[in-house]
């Protein structure tokens, strides 16, 4: 009898063995498979003042983010910096998954922007070139829930789960600059974009994956515990930015102007380093570790603005950007391709995305200072699996600006409902997002 006991266990724990070492994201106990949805972060206070429509306008360093054939509006040599605090809340819907979700918030604070500037003249030409840094891409995140696996083919399980996820990191680029005035109201510009995650830390962003579980599996008592840590490192590409700026139409102080931009499309390769430790007690345990290399097929874009300026106090800006989501997605070095998000197969529809910002500037002069007050709306829908997610929008800022120096500042409040679940692997649920933004900034100028 003992006998038959020692062998049902001996043959019970190779089977749990074997199932955890062949795939833990197809192992009943591991959490899904959860994946940050890469936020694309926009640069400098000024503009995000302006609700981010700043094609047309594009008069300070950032403009190599914005619209690089606008540089050549700027007068004498400047450097700047731009800080930025971002709060991200999303309150879940779980509906009938059986998974137990609130609200969820994650705070981090970054370099959003820095940047030199410098206009000269050659070949009786206008010119400014520009170096610069800026923020792609933001993959913060964090998830706690609580997840109920029940599984009746055998062996069967019945076991519950406190499972906590956090994602970490984000995409940046050294971006060198050149503008040129091709005639007194034409200029053009191009910005290369060289991403890598060696400027601030050893890796592009990082996912970490707890769980702690109690159940019952082939009728056994068990406890469980879960730990993975998937590191994204080695993250190299390069894309090109094309910009445009015309002066449309002027009339004493009144000003139109019309601007263009486009973004190449880009090939990212990254490494991906995963280590996984599952233990069920008491049967046994099981390590793994994995290392592959991937690529990243990241979207092409295009944006058009107006901006018109009324008067030397008033301006108004409109901005309309498309991208191509369509086209994202991921390949591993055996040539499985999927979607980078919530790893769904290659033929789910990510739809493109359009978005629409207008923003207004008013300026109050001052005897040696000026103060600006800005604001803007914008519908800015995310990437999501099949339709796009609708986000919503709005930002204020002001600052204040001497002959040397200028300091500004920015708010920007972001809002959506019933966001697929699914980008994160959470298939049937929902979520809200509200999302808060601060940047201040420093210009210097020479």
Known sequence: MKSKQFLFTLTLLCIVILLAQTSFAQFTLTPPNINATPLPVGSGARALGQGSAFIAVADDATAASWNPGALIQLERPECSVVYSFLSTQQDFDTGSTGLSLGN?????????????????RIFGKNMVAALNYQQIYDFHMDLDFNQTSEDTTPPASNINQKIEF????????????????????????????????????????KQTTTGKGIGNLAGTDITTAYDSDTTFKNFQAINLTFGMLWDVWEREEKLLTFGAVYDTPYTADMDRITDFTSVISPLGQSIGHKRDHFEVDYPMSFGAGLGFRYNDALSFSMDVTWADWSEYMQEDENGNKSRPLGGAPSDTEIDD?????????????????????????????????????????????????FKRFSFDGAYQFRWANDIDGEDFGLSGTSFDLNDHMFLASIIVYF
């Open 104 to 120: 969820e918030a994650v705070s981090r604070n970054d370099l959003n922007y820095a940047s030199m500037a410098y206009p000269f």
């Open 166 to 205: 956090e994602s970490k990191g984000g995409i940046g680029a050294l971006t060198p600059a050149l503008s040129v005035l091709v005639t007194p109201k034409v200029s053009l510009g191009v910005a290369v974009n060289y991403y890598t995650d060696e400027f601030f830390g050893d890796y592009a962003w």
């Open 353 to 401: 995305t359009y978005a629409v910002r207008f923003g207004t500037e008013y300026l109050i002069f001052g005897q040696k200072v000026i103060v600006p007050v800005r604001g803007g709306l914008f519908y800015d829908p995310r990437p999501s699996l099949d339709d796009p997610a609708d986000v919503y929008g709005f930002s204020v800022g002001s600052g204040i600006t």
